[in-house]
């Protein structure tokens, strides 16, 4: 099975990304993190992608294409994939589409997690951390059982990303929707679009995913 799981930033794509990698044992493959590996690594694609950033240049599509080419052979083909952040644009779908029939897959499901964009401005700018052990909270829905004490830890420092504000929030948003917009339309034309609540419950967000893919499973 091979999705593309698509949401802004605070939709909670990681967490549902991580649960269908435990349960189904599928691989999330997301570009950034190929890239930094394959560079680590020194392959020949990481070679090439590194000599490009080196000249302050975007890495192109066609090493993107190659590393999602290099993971999906390394996977092996009874594993699946969660595409990460790729495609986002008409070319990138079409070129997914190539990678995958040239190794006798296809993509069975697209799955936005749509949000309320006021609600999620709430929930990213209420968020803060115990700058001791890490354990989240937030403003107005999971304050410390104590105020100003970590219930985790006994802590009493906290922090909070100095990105998580309304107006990047916003920005990221904008950005998102400009990226998605051009893609949606056509993998709606092959009826694989599945679209879910994302400022639901996390588990209500899990199993709405699940009875998507069910089908397929």
């Not at 083909?77 to 969660?82: E, S, T």
């Not at 006798?104 to 115990?130: M, P, Q, S």
């Amino acid at each position: 099975m091979n999705i593309i799981l698509l949401g802004p930033p605070g939709a909670g794509k990681g967490t549902q990304a991580q649960r269908l990698v435990d349960k189904h044992g599928m691989r999330q493959l997301s570009t950034g993190d190929m890239l930094r590996a394959a560079v680590k690594a020194g392959t020949p694609t990481g070679l090439e992608a590194k000599a490009v950033m080196e000249r302050g240049e975007l890495v192109s599509d066609a090493i993107v294409s190659a590393l999602i080419g290099d993971e999906l052979d390394a996977m092996g083909p009874d594993m699946g994939a969660i595409f990460d952040g790729y495609p986002r644009t008409e070319a990138q779908a079409e070129s997914l589409d190539a990678i995958l029939d040239a190794r006798g897959r296809k993509l069975d499901h697209v799955i936005e997690l749509e949000v309320n964009e006021d609600a999620l401005v709430e929930r990213i700018t209420g968020r803060f951390t115990c700058a001791t052990c890490g354990k989240g909270y937030h403003d107005t829905f999971e304050k410390p059982k104590a105020e100003g004490t970590c219930d985790k830890c006994g802590g009493h420092e906290f922090k909070r990303r100095p990105d998580d504000n309304a107006e990047t929030v916003r920005t990221r948003m904008a950005e998102y929707r400009a990226k998605t917009a051009p893609i949606l339309p056509v993998y709606e034309a092959r009826g694989i679009v599945g679209k879910v609540d994302g400022m639901a419950d996390m588990d209500e967000v899990t199993a709405a995913i699940e009875a998507i893919l069910a089908p397929s499973s």
